[in-house]
């Protein structure tokens, strides 16, 4: 049967802790940096919730703990002769509360082993044993005898240990480990084996829970829920192992609460196992981010397995606004995303946060800051994570973990080995099949700045049949391949953004990265750093708004969705919200989030007063590379033998650039004739992508200067100069761009706010 419970997201569990065998030595490492949960951390009470919301079963019993571990020569066969301390499961060995903190590397084999006993109840039944997340190739005996093997650092796994189990005595698990990191071609994220930059520490072995759960001969294996928020209805599909009943049938009854825990309706439905089941929901609630409603379930199996998990009714899609732009529309509606890259590391645990409240203290700040999206970065989180985020209303743009080779922007995708293309299709699919009940996951990003980046569109393609209900980035950052639903740049410090596409949401991927070391509470005391750096909280927090200042017109201009790097401090990155020991909040939290508030309101009406070149229209100049003479701006300049060329003017290496007419010369000078019918525009914004100083006139003024570069076209307000130089019917517009280091490019246009 389906219950429908209230928002609360996890039912009361019987939870059955697991003897902690090794108590007497083992203690907590002095990392460089601990957070306040670590002193929570205990070896009898170590991640203790139940670790799967979407598939609960009401008996389990937790792994978490203290096993005995070695660090042995991948040439060593066989099993380790004795072992060499203990570890703290589910922590990294290279981290501090593992108690080991040593780098184990791909020389190396991690080798983990413990004794349980099964309870006596659970006697005659089938016994699974499940891990949340395993970094890399995981190979598992019981009692000696091999129970599986698997490779993937992120996706979960199981395996039917019944029979290798000797009774209900004491039974020994053992699991070896092996993880190449930066030296192979798997998905690893950020990890690399000399820690620098954007780089972090390595991670190795159980990451993540490791628990034992009772099944019928018949379990229920998923639930697979597809909502269909816009006829309130929701598809179930459950898969199971049917051994002896291939045609067990299904009930589902599901129920909502209401706000005071009241149920206000019953739905049943009937169906068997692998068959759409729907129910069809009266008054349905939408999952929004200010409403995040969630239906809890429960589902029966006629051969007596029983679970219970959760859902929400959204609806993701594109669509164009009043202005005709691309949007992402959740529940048919436009809604502007902004939210963190949230990279999900932590200095105690490195890819495990110390307590299940520590991972909730992430997006309760982000949620109080008034972000509606987090982009996880490069990694996939525990399961409770994303539970935390349906329950919050947080957004979520989910990465791909990076692997394999890197490309620039400029560069062809790579060839991926048949091996390294096949693992990485292994655990993408693996992660989407995992993730899939989520309502906070909106869109789906398989590569990030080139890394492991292979047969782009068919990856989006493939990507989209595993999963038609979410939006697909072909890839963040650059190397875009003209596919999936939005068009994704990075720009730092930034803000910025790409040209608008007809049939692609344009959207800001990466930017901001602003820095500020906060003292006592750094990874090392020198090395620091951030894509901008700043001295004081004050300094930081008056950027910050600048940025957003320049992010609001981007949005009325049809920019889709930002992304502020980051969540928190990470190693020697000190770019965060927060550092990254949580301890110090470097941001006025009410300031930031009446701010972010204004983000979201419905985009003002922009005009176009003078076209930008976009791919397929570019627009037509006059130009030089020649010094022209001294009054080469005023409007009865003879500029008839200047060239004619199409915008914009640059180099192809440029970022962003859409080259009509090559310019690769220190300078050039640019002339055009603009006619505005009717009155000229009042207030607006210069759309100007320039790389590097730029200076323009209209009708023989110098209205407004431009210095430095920027990595897309930018909106800049029209100064007072420009405003009281345009003038209903022809105008002359002449530019004078200077290169001066790295890329070249000019283009301009004019956007006329009309209001909304």
Not at 51 to 70: D, F, H, I, K, T
Not at 155 to 168: E, K, N, R, V
Not at 509 to 525: I, K, N, S
Request: proline share 7%.
């Amino acid at each position: 049967m389906i219950r429908l419970l209230s928002p609360v997201l996890l039912p009361l569990l019987i939870f059955v802790p697991a003897a902690c065998l090794f108590a007497g030595e083992w203690q907590v490492g002095k990392g460089k940096l601990m957070t306040r949960w670590a002193a929570d951390v205990t070896p009898e009470n170590v991640h203790p919730e139940y670790p799967r919301p979407q598939l609960v079963r009401s008996e389990w019993l937790n792994l978490n703990g203290l096993w005995q571990y070695a660090i042995l020569p991948t040439s060593k066969t066989g099993m380790p002769d004795s072992f060499e301390g203990e570890i703290l499961v589910p922590f990294p060995a290279e981290s501090a509360l593992s108690g080991v903190m040593r780098e184990v590397g791909p020389e190396n084999r991690l080798w983990y082993r413990r004794t349980f006993s099964i309870p006596e109840d659970w006697a005659g039944r089938k016994i699974q044993l499940n891990f949340g997340a395993v970094d890399w190739q995981a190979t598992v005996w019981v009692n000696d005898r091999k129970v599986g093997e698997h490779r993937g650092g992120y996706d979960p796994f199981s395996f039917d240990i019944t029979s290798a189990l000797q009774g209900t005595g004491p039974q020994q698990i053992t699991v070896a480990v092996w993880d190449p990191t930066d030296a192979g071609t798997q998905a690893r994220g950020k990890q690399i084996r000399k820690p620098q930059s954007i780089w972090y520490t390595p991670v190795t072995g159980i990451w993540q829970t490791v628990w034992l759960e009772p099944v019928p001969e018949t379990a229920i294996e998923q639930v697979k829920i597809v909502p269909d928020a816009k006829h309130g209805k929701a598809q179930m599909t459950v898969s199971a192992s049917t051994a002896g009943s291939p045609e067990a049938k299904v009930t589902l009854v599901s129920r909502s609460l209401g706000d005071k825990n009241e149920p206000i309706d019953v739905i049943v439905g009937n169906g068997k196992v692998d068959t759409p089941i729907t129910l069809e929901i009266p008054d349905a609630r939408l999952w929004t981010p200010e409403a995040p409603w969630l239906y809890h379930y429960e589902v029966q199996l006629e051969g007596g397995d029983k679970a219970t998990g959760y859902f929400g009714l959204r609806d993701v899609a594109l669509g164009k606004d009043a202005s005709g732009n691309q949007r992402l529309l959740l529940n048919g509606k436009p809604l502007f995303h902004y939210g963190p890259l949230d990279q999900g590391w932590w200095p105690d645990g490195l890819y495990t946060a110390p307590t299940d409240e520590a991972l909730l203290y992430d997006l309760l700040v982000t949620k109080e800051m008034g972000f509606n999206m987090v982009r996880k970065h490069v990694k996939v989180e525990p399961a409770t994570w994303y539970a935390h985020c349906d329950r919050l209303g947080l957004l979520v743009w989910q990465d791909m973990p990076n692997g394999d080779l890197h490309i620039r922007p400029e560069e062809a995708d790579i060839e991926r080995s048949a091996q390294s293309r096949n693992q990485y299709e292994a655990e993408w699919s693996a992660i989407i099949d995992a993730l899939h009940n989520a309502p906070s996951i909106v869109m789906w990003v398989p590569f990030n700045e080139g890394w492991g980046q292979f047969d782009t569109k068919r990856i989006v393609e493939w990507t989209r049949e595993l999963d038609p209900t979410r939006l697909v980035d072909n890839a963040s950052g650059w190397s875009d391949r003209d596919c999936g639903d939005v068009l994704d740049i990075h720009a730092y410090p930034g803000p910025a953004m790409p040209p608008l596409e007809k049939d692609r949401a344009v959207v800001l991927g990466e930017y901001g990265g602003l820095g500020l070391p906060v003292e006592g509470h750094t990874w090392t005391d020198k090395n620091n750093w951030g894509y901008r750096g700043y001295k004081t909280e004050e300094e930081l927090n008056t950027a910050y708004h600048a940025l957003l200042e320049k992010l609001r017109p981007l949005i009325d201009s049809g920019l889709a969705a930002g992304v502020y790097t980051q969540t928190t401090d990470v190693e020697t990155e000190v770019n965060g919200l927060m550092t990254y020991d949580r301890a110090v909040n470097k941001f006025d939290v009410p300031r930031a989030a009446a701010a972010h508030a204004r983000l979201y309101d419905p985009p003002s009406r922009l005009v176009t007063v003078m076209r930008t070149s976009t791919k397929g229209n570019q627009q037509q100049w006059r130009y030089t590379k020649s010094r022209p003479g001294e009054d080469w701006f005023a409007v009865d300049f003879d500029d008839s033998d200047w060239k004619t060329g199409a915008g914009g003017f640059g180099s192809a290496s440029s970022p962003a650039a859409i080259v009509g007419t090559e310019w690769t010369e220190p300078d050039i000078w640019l002339r055009r004739s603009l006619l505005i019918r009717g009155d000229p525009p009042k207030e607006g914004y210069w759309r100007i992508h320039h790389d590097e100083d730029a200076e323009v006139y209209v009708n023989g003024k110098l209205v407004q200067t431009f210095a430095g570069y920027t990595q897309s076209a930018t909106l800049v307000p029209l100064s007072a100069e420009a405003i009281e130089a345009l003038k209903g019917g022809r105008n002359e517009v002449a530019v004078h761009c200077r290169q001066t280091d790295g890329g070249q490019y000019i283009d301009l246009g004019i956007l006329e706010t009309a209001g909304q």
